[in-house]
């Protein structure tokens, strides 16, 4: 039996153009993705090992905390593999360029990536983009279709110039909103990610699916559990389910257990505290080399990023070393 491959996606909270994609009236030719063969679950771990991989998005991933387990579980279940990765995610940011009226009591509007992607493409030089938007890009208003056209372009703009730099992209649609009728907002734009990754977006996890399952299945027995501590930003088992849906979502072998069991090993594992100082050590000296504005301007090449490499190549030596050691 020929199973439709959006319909395989499905099953997987994935859309992966591995897989391949059908040309439909839906999906323009000049917005198909590029094929690439398809592999095992354990070969598509190497979408991210051996590459330099450069992780976008909102205050959610600068708080880097789901990028921590990420990597933890990818030291942890792929010791002979080397993972190189930067995350350079700027808080209240957005691809659509979107901004409401008042935003940060007035402060300053909302940052829009495309102010620094070429930068950060200059700089950083990755093979892979992950990028996680739509949170903040329907700026907690009602459903309009104004508003997903500039999400839709923004993730479009984002794609090309990924593509034009010679980076390949992964999309990780939002997480969820559990404040009410705004996360009808971020299903909308999750479902159009998946169904339409522009042209240069190898594979989508569809996050906002998994997080939702996540959270139901925990309801039955606590009907007012929550993933997040303000309806945005997750708490650390949020974080932990984030993690685990991304590389499930990508076919990406993992270790085992509820994301609950997984939170109290991290914590007793020394191998969790390195990954941790390791991503906090490049991301913030990542994030200022390549400069932004938000309250504030700060400048590209702000800092020393020579000595942040060193010092993050003193701890990932020592993550190495614990990682050989277990591995025997």
């Given at each position: 039996?020929?199973?439709?491959?959006?319909?395989?996606?499905?099953?997987?909270?994935?859309?992966?153009?591995?897989?391949?994609?059908?040309?439909?009236?839906?999906?323009?030719?000049?917005?198909?993705?590029?094929?690439?063969?398809?592999?095992?679950?354990?070969?598509?771990?190497?979408?991210?090992?051996?590459?330099?991989?450069?992780?976008?998005?909102?205050?959610?991933?600068?708080?880097?905390?789901?990028?921590?387990?990420?990597?933890?579980?990818?030291?942890?279940?792929?010791?002979?593999?080397?993972?190189?990765?930067?995350?350079v995610g700027l808080a209240s940011e957005t691809a659509s360029g979107l901004s409401e009226a008042g935003h940060a009591g007035g402060a300053f509007p909302r940052p829009c990536v495309h102010e620094r992607l070429q930068r950060a493409l200059d700089a950083v030089k990755p093979q892979m983009v992950v990028a996680c938007y739509g949170m903040n890009d329907g700026i907690?208003?009602?459903?309009?279709?104004?508003?997903?056209?500039?999400?839709?372009?923004?993730?479009?703009?984002?794609?090309?110039?990924?593509?034009?730099?010679?980076?390949?992209?992964?999309?990780?649609?939002?997480?969820?909103?559990?404040?009410?009728?705004?996360?009808?907002?971020?299903?909308?734009?999750?479902?159009?990610?998946?169904?339409?990754?522009?042209?240069?977006?190898?594979?989508?996890?569809?996050?906002?699916?998994?997080?939702?399952?996540?959270?139901?299945?925990?309801?039955?027995?606590?009907?007012?559990?929550?993933?997040?501590?303000?309806?945005?930003?997750?708490?650390?088992?949020?974080?932990?389910?984030?993690?685990?849906?991304?590389?499930?979502?990508?076919?990406?072998?993992?270790?085992?257990?509820?994301?609950?069991?997984?939170?109290?090993?991290?914590?007793?594992?020394?191998?969790?505290?390195?990954?941790?100082?390791?991503?906090?050590?490049?991301?913030?000296?990542?994030?200022?080399?390549?400069?932004?504005?938000?309250?504030?301007?700060?400048?590209?090449?702000?800092?020393?990023?020579?000595?942040?490499?060193?010092?993050?190549?003193?701890?990932?030596?020592?993550?190495?070393?614990?990682?050989?050691?277990?591995?025997?």
């Open positions: 039996m020929k199973i439709h491959p959006i319909a395989l996606a499905i099953l997987f909270n994935v859309s992966l153009a591995s897989i391949g994609q059908s040309q439909t009236a839906e999906v323009p030719a000049d917005r198909q993705t590029p094929t690439v063969p398809a592999t095992t679950s354990v070969g598509r771990v190497d979408l991210l090992a051996g590459k330099r991989v450069m992780i976008l998005g909102d205050s959610i991933t600068q708080d880097g905390t789901y990028v921590s387990y990420l990597e933890y579980f990818l030291a942890k279940c792929h010791p002979g593999k080397s993972f190189d990765i930067i995350n907690y208003q009602p459903y309009s279709e104004a508003n997903m056209t500039a999400f839709q372009d923004g993730i479009t703009k984002l794609a090309d110039g990924c593509r034009a730099a010679g980076s390949r992209v992964i999309l990780v649609t939002p997480p969820v909103f559990e404040g009410g009728a705004y996360d009808e907002v971020l299903s909308k734009f999750s479902e159009w990610e998946v169904a339409h990754p522009p042209k240069g977006v190898i594979a989508v996890a569809d996050l906002h699916t998994a997080m939702g399952k996540a959270r139901a299945q925990r309801r039955r027995e606590a009907p007012e559990f929550r993933l997040t501590n303000d309806n945005v930003h997750p708490g650390e088992l949020g974080h932990v389910v984030m993690a685990q849906s991304i590389l499930q979502g990508l076919g990406i072998p993992m270790p085992q257990g509820t994301a609950e069991e997984l939170l109290t090993s991290a914590h007793g594992d020394p191998l969790f505290s390195l990954v941790c100082k390791h991503r906090s050590t490049r991301s913030n000296g990542w994030l200022n080399h390549i400069g932004y504005t938000r309250e504030r301007r700060v400048a590209p090449k702000t800092g020393d990023i020579d000595a942040v490499e060193t010092a993050a190549k003193q701890i990932q030596a020592k993550i190495d070393e614990m990682t050989r050691t277990r591995e025997k």
